[in-house]
T-cell receptor, first 113, second 108 residues
Framework: DSGVTQTPKHLITATGQRVTLRCSPRSGDLSVYWYQQSLDQGLQFLIQYYNGEERAKGNILERFSAQQFPDLHSELNMSSLELGDSALYFC????????????FGQGTRLTVV | QKEVEQDPGPLSVPEGAIVSLNCTYSNSAFQYFMWYRQYSRKGPELLMYTYSSGNKEDGRFTAQVDKSSKYISLFIRDSQPSDSATYLCAINAGKSTFGDGTTLTVKP
């Protein structure tokens, strides 16, 4: 158990809908990262937050947004969902926001039908 | 061209074999180099990371970085069936870029 908690574990939704994925980092970790993993794209960095502020941005679509709350948990909001958004979404956390992403959650499997 | 290219595999070896997993990268600005192990349907697990060229050893695992050739490797000695997983290299220059992974099967 990495200490990073993601909910829900599985999510099935229809095209055009909106969903929110939640991540609770390890106790004491200030930085949260979001990743998308699909069969054809591999593990793709989406966005990083550090202590509530956006730190780095990757290949995150405009239909997606994220935030980190004062209690350090983070949410990834995804709207106007398309079939191609079906993937595993991982959250990772680290203490300082520098250095490697050391602890990944178990992921949320999103299926868009 | 991808920033990080990883030998695709899959790789199947007998128990006890030495395994070599390899990646190349294109961006000289990369600051540190990581190897992750991912079991099926699980999150990646950080195995090792290093900042510099040379070797770094941790038990049966050795990470090797050659910055002049832009080449990184992970060696697994005395491989075990429990090492069967997908191995991801990742390289960071402010944000991490991952290889596509190499799936390893170690047969008893």
């Amino acid at each position: 158990d990495s200490g990073v908690t993601q909910t829900p574990k599985h999510l099935i939704t229809a095209t055009g809908q909106r969903v929110t994925l939640r991540c609770s980092p390890r106790s004491g970790d200030l930085s949260v990262y979001w990743y998308q993993q699909s069969l054809d794209q591999g593990l793709q960095f989406l966005i990083q937050y550090y202590n509530g502020e956006e730190r780095a941005k990757g290949n995150i679509l405009e239909r997606f947004s994220a935030q980190q709350f004062p209690d350090l948990h983070s949410e990834l909001n995804m709207s106007s969902l398309e079939l191609g958004d079906s993937a595993l979404y991982f959250c990772a956390s680290s203490e300082h926001g520098k250095g490697p992403e050391a602890f990944f959650g178990q992921g949320t499997r999103l299926t868009v039908v | 061209q991808k920033e990080v290219e990883q030998d695709p595999g899959p790789l199947s070896v007998p128990e006890g074999a030495i395994v070599s997993l390899n990646c190349t990268y294109s961006n000289s600005a990369f600051q540190y180099f990581m190897w992750y192990r991912q079991y099926s349907r699980k999150g990646p697990e950080l195995l090792m990371y290093t900042y510099s060229s040379g070797n770094k050893e941790d038990g049966r695992f050795t990470a090797q970085v050659d910055k002049s050739s832009k080449y990184i490797s992970l060696f697994i000695r005395d491989s075990q069936p429990s090492d069967s997983a997908t191995y991801l290299c990742a390289i960071n220059a402010g944000k991490s870029t991952f290889g596509d992974g190499t799936t390893l099967t170690v047969k008893p």
